[in-house]
């Protein structure tokens, strides 16, 4: 049961005041200024369909990757970033 309308998430760094913006978007809203935008699709399936907390975490560290390609001030910001999985602890 949806308790809101679907949203988009639209993730902003304001250099001026060095932080992060969310900011939630109908997507009808973006539709046209998405048009023929670069897209990169996450394709659940290929994560079996699991969003824990490695899936959340490459997710993030996706994202600020993504705005640093266009502000990369906020590089100095990212530290002890791990761009890869990170392995679970065995359960024995």
Request: hydrophobic share 40%; glycine share 4%; no cysteine.
């Amino acid at each position: 049961m949806a308790i809101d309308a679907p949203r988009s998430v639209v993730l902003t760094y304001d250099q001026d005041s060095q932080r992060l913006n969310v900011q939630l978007v109908e997507p009808a809203e973006l539709a046209s200024i998405l048009v023929g935008k670069f897209t990169v699709p996450i394709l659940l399936d290929e994560h079996e369909f699991t969003l824990d907390d490695e899936f959340a975490r490459r997710l993030g560290v996706a994202m600020l990757n993504a705005v640093a390609l266009g502000q990369p001030e906020i590089k100095r910001y990212m530290t002890e970033i791990t761009q890869h999985s990170i392995d679970k602890p065995s359960e024995e």
